[in-house]
C-alpha cells in the first residue's frame, strides 16, 4: 500500500524513534560495492588451526620506518598473482607527509582496483567478500583474522575488525578511496606470524615502544607485553625532529655533515640507515628519527633544556644517593636517573643521552665490578651508593 506524504512522515519518524530506542538494531552502512554470494577468495598456503586468531586489535603508527613488512608483501604477492587484476599502488612511504598512517611503518598496502573498471571492481568485491565472511566458527572476518587485518578502506566505505560488529561503515578521510583498496595490518599479520601463513594462531604483538615520549623505537621483535609508560624527554634542543622523507632542512644537512654522508638536505634512505646506526653507537634510542635525544647528542650547543644542568660527576653521583636509591633501571629502559649516572660515570657529552643503552650498560658493569658489586647493567639502591662512594 502507498503511504501519502504525511503518513509516509509518520511511519519514518517512528521508524527512527525505535532504532535510537535500541529496540531495533541500526542499519550499518552499505558494503563499498556489490559483495560476491560466492567468493573465490584466496588460497591461504597452510590450513587453520581451530581456533584462530581474535580481531586485531586498533595499532595506530607510532614509528619511522620506510620497509615493507613481511607479511603485507607477501598478501600483495599472492593477491596480484591469484586475481592478475590491479596493480601495486605501494607499501611504504614518506612519513613527512600526511598524518598518521601504517604506510610509514610498512604496515598498509594500496591494492589498485578503480570502482569504475567493471573487471577490477568485480575482483574487489570478490576479495572484500572473503575476506569479511563468516567462517566456521560463525564469526564475520574469518580471513581478516587469520591474516592480522585491522581494516580495509574501499569506495568510501571502511570495515574494521576492533569494530567487527558495526559492518562496513561510511568513511569520509581524505581520499574516497575509489581507486584502490587500503589495507591496514596489525603487528603479527605485519609480520607474517599468523595463521594464514604459518598454521598456527599468532600470539599477541603489541609492537613498538617509545623509550622517551616521541617516536617508537624500531625493533622487529614481536613484543607479548604491553609497552612501559614512555620516559619524559631530559634533554631538548632547538632543532626540530626530522624525519624520513623530510626535505630542504638546513638542519638535516647539519645532520649529515656530523654523519659524514653528502649534504643534500633532504631525509633520504642513506640519512636513515646513517641515523640509526649513530644511535646505536651512542646510546640514544633507535628510533631512525633525527628527534630531541639524537639532536642534543649530536649536536649539543643546540641544547634548550637539561634535566642536569649545572651538574659535574661529583654532584651527580650525591644526588643520585639521594634521589634515586628506590629506583631500578636495566638497559634499555630511560629517564632521569641514566642520565645522572652518565654524567657521574664521566661519560663523553654525546653518550649523555638517558637511555641506558649498550655504552652505559658496559660501563656500569664495569664499574659494579671494580667496586665488588654483582656484575650486570642494573642501577639500584647498592650501585648508587657505590657511585656516591667512588666520587
Keep these: 500500500m502507498k503511504l501519502s506524504p504525511r503518513r509516509a512522515s509518520v511511519a519514518l519518524l517512528l521508524t527512527l524513534t525505535v532504532a535510537a530506542s ?5 542499519m550499518a552502512a552499505t558494503p563499498p560495492v556489490a559483495l560476491a554470494t560466492s ?32 607479511g603485507v608483501a607477501k598478501l ?13 599502488g605501494g607499501i611504504p612511504r614518506s ?33 572484500l567478500s572473503w575476506l569479511v565472511a563468516r567462517g566456521p566458527d560463525g564469526q564475520v572476518g574469518y580471513e581478516a583474522r587469520r591474516l592480522g587485518i585491522m581494516y580495509v578502506i574501499y569506495n568510501r566505505r571502511i570495515w574494521s ?24 595490518f596489525g603487528w603479527a599479520g605485519a609480520r607474517g606470524a599468523t595463521s594464514f601463513w604459518t598454521g598456527r594462531k599468532a600470539g599477541p604483538d603489541y609492537g613498538r615502544c617509545a623509550r622517551f615520549r616521541g617516536p617508537s623505537v624500531l625493533t622487529n621483535k614481536a613484543r607479548r607485553t604491553p609497552c612501559p609508560a614512555a620516559a619524559p624527554l631530559v634533554k631538548r634542543s632547538s632543532k626540530v625532529n626530522r624525519v624520513f622523507g623530510s626535505t630542504h632542512a638546513a ?40 628527534d630531541q635525544p639524537t639532536w642534543t647528542s649530536m649536536l649539543p650547543r643546540t641544547i634548550t633544556w637539561n634535566a642536569a644542568n649545572g651538574f659535574g660527576p661529583v654532584r651527580a653521583a650525591r644526588y643520585g644517593a639521594r634521589n634515586f636509591t628506590d629506583t631500578m633501571y636495566r638497559p634499555r ?17 654525546r653518550r649523555r643521552t638517558g637511555f641506558l643503552g649498550s655504552n652505559t650498560a658496559a660501563r656500569v658493569r664495569e664499574f659494579k665490578s671494580e667496586n665488588g658489586l654483582r656484575r650486570d647493567a642494573v642501577m639500584g639502591p647498592k650501585y648508587w651508593r657505590a657511585l656516591a662512594d667512588a666520587t
Excluded at 604506510?103 to 575482483?123: P, S
Excluded at 647539519?254 to 634512505?269: E, V
Excluded at 629502559?333 to 657529552?349: D, E, N, S, Y
Aim: proline share 7%; glycine share 8%.
Design 22 to 26: 535500541g529496540l531495533v538494531p541500526a
Design 39 to 70: 567468493p573465490s577468495g584466496l588460497t591461504a598456503p597452510r590450513a587453520a588451526p581451530d581456533p584462530v586468531e581474535d580481531f586485531a586489535d586498533w595499532q595506530p603508527q607510532v614509528s619511522c620506518s620506510p620497509v615493507l613488512q613481511r
Design 76 to 88: 600483495r604477492n599472492l593477491a596480484l598473482s591469484t586475481y592478475g587484476r590491479g596493480h601495486d
Design 95 to 127: 612519513c613527512a607527509q600526511g598524518g598518521s598512517s601504517e604506510h610509514k611503518e610498512g604496515r598498509a598496502w594500496d591494492w589498485m582496483l578503480n570502482v569504475n573498471n567493471r573487471a577490477e571492481k568485480r575482483v574487489a568485491g570478490d576479495f
Design 161 to 184: 575488525a576492533y569494530r567487527a560488529n558495526d559492518g562496513w561503515r561510511e568513511y569520509n578521510g581524505y581520499s574516497p578511496h575509489t581507486d584502490h583498496i587500503h589495507i591496514s
Design 251 to 290: 638542519s638535516i644537512k647539519q645532520a649529515q655533515k656530523r654523519l659524514h654522508i653528502a649534504q643534500t638536505g633532504t631525509f633520504d634512505r642513506r640519512t636513515w640507515r646513517a641515523v640509526k646506526s649513530y644511535q646505536a653507537r651512542n646510546d640514544v634510542p633507535r628510533t631512525g628519527v633525527l
Design 333 to 349: 629502559m630511560a629517564g632521569k636517573p641514566v642520565l645522572f649516572a652518565q654524567i657521574a660515570m664521566r661519560m663523553p657529552v
